[in-house]
């Protein structure tokens, strides 16, 4: 390969919450593992690889001219995202006026709620969740309604088209929060299901917000379809929230974007995110995008897809082998979710108990109730190939193999 995804790095001591917010008492960190053991993080959805070199070499550049007053975007920054789009997602209608700077994906949908519902309303939201979905429309006011996706006979996560309908309509639901590719279960939702979705939502008025920020890390060669271009009433009836920071691992330098074809909702959706006067992004952020979404960041890109691909593989063959546990293998962002529920019913093991086991022997995984999945874990295989496999034979010399 070109580009180094094999070096294990030191990332203590170095702004990085992945390796040094464990045991922060919150509940939501894993503990610290026990004497003796280091911990492997596969708990925080960041990657335990530098970025790309086009993104540090464009922030480099930068830094070299010392002036960081106000600025504006520059239209080089929206023509990398209209590129990028059109080259990587076939996305051939998207003009400046679509695009509107976020913060942040949870951000853009919290604007979205707020111009689309009242306070108190029901959302739909698919469940296992994304728990930042769920501290966030709680933090906001808004009552989540979960429509379980179910695992078909393929071991393959679906949507419940029925549940779906009968909840938004006993809920009178007008949003829904949409998750492609879908974080945990890492479904690449394929044509057919984003179409049936959208026409159960079109039939009920159901306007879409949908998260879209993991559609560059496809593995094994799966393709990611834009919600907004599967049918003209999604097009209209959606606004979709993308971002450089899950695929290039930027997180901590800030900056999203949202996508809106509808006037009227773009309107809103920029009068909403204007209110704080604190939505907008730095100005070494708008060089790092524009470093990412080049031809350099795409070549990188195709290969970091390759080495997710192997280590969700791994995982999930080895997760696998273990009677009562079962993982259903991940066609696109780089976290999976390991149902441990028959493995805790055979040796009348707590739910509960099971993230500890592997924190205690530094396996930083995360427990799946923040998820609304208890006896699940959701592990996050964004690191060296090495570490996953040193994290899976953790697992089987402490914890599933013993």
């Avoid at 179910?150 to 909840?167: A, I, K, P, S």
């Avoid at 799966?222 to 049918?231: A, D, E, F, K, L």
């Avoid at 330098?253 to 907008?280: C, F, M, Q, T, V």
Wanted: glycine letters at 8%; proline letters at 5%; one cysteine or more.
């Amino acid at each position: 390969m070109q580009y180094d995804f094999t070096t294990i790095p030191d990332r203590h001591g170095h702004d990085a919450i992945a390796v040094d917010g464990l045991g922060d008492g919150t509940g939501f960190s894993p503990a610290a593992p026990k004497k003796g053991f280091d911990s492997i993080p596969l708990w925080v959805a960041d990657m335990s690889f530098a970025t790309a070199p086009s993104v540090t070499r464009a922030i480099h550049e930068r830094v070299d001219h010392p002036f960081f007053g106000y600025y504006e975007e520059s239209d080089a920054y929206w023509q990398a995202i209209i590129d990028w789009h059109r080259t990587r997602k076939g996305v051939c209608d998207l003009a400046r006026e679509h695009i509107a700077y976020e913060n942040g994906v949870l951000g853009g949908v919290v604007s979205a709620l707020n111009v689309l519902c009242s306070k108190g309303d029901n959302v739909l939201v698919h469940s296992p969740t994304y728990v930042g979905f769920t501290m966030s429309c709680e933090n906001n006011g808004y009552h989540l309604i979960h429509s379980p996706l179910v695992l078909d006979e393929g071991g393959t996560w679906r949507m419940d088209f029925d549940d779906m309908e009968r909840r938004i309509a006993e809920n009178h639901i007008h949003v829904a929060i949409f998750c492609s590719p879908h974080n945990p279960c890492g479904r690449v939702w394929e044509r057919w299901e984003l179409e049936r979705a959208m026409e159960v939502f079109e039939r009920h008025h159901v306007w879409v917000i949908s998260d879209e920020i993991w559609s560059d890390l496809l593995l094994d060669d799966h393709v990611h379809i834009p919600t907004q271009s599967v049918s003209p009433w999604a097009h209209e009836h959606t606004v979709a929230f993308y971002a450089p920071s899950k695929t290039f691992n930027l997180a901590g330098l800030i900056g999203s974007y949202g996508i809106a074809y509808n006037p009227w909702l773009r309107d809103r959706l920029n009068k909403e995110a204007s209110l704080s006067h604190y939505n907008a992004q730095n100005v070494l952020s708008m060089h790092a995008l524009i470093g990412a979404y080049s031809e350099e960041g795409a070549a990188w890109t195709d290969e970091l897809c390759q080495v997710l691909s192997a280590n969700a593989a791994l995982a999930c063959e080895r997760l696998n082998a273990y009677p009562g546990v079962t993982c259903a293998r991940p066609e696109g962002t780089y976290v999976l979710l390991a149902d441990c529920r028959g493995w805790c019913d055979d040796r009348d093991v707590c739910y509960a108990d099971v993230p500890r086991l592997g924190w205690d022997v530094g396996v930083t995984w995360h427990d799946g109730r923040l998820f609304a999945c208890p006896g699940f874990v959701r592990i996050a295989v964004s690191v060296p190939h090495a570490q996953v496999a040193r994290a899976l034979d953790r697992l089987d010399r402490y914890v599933f193999g013993v």
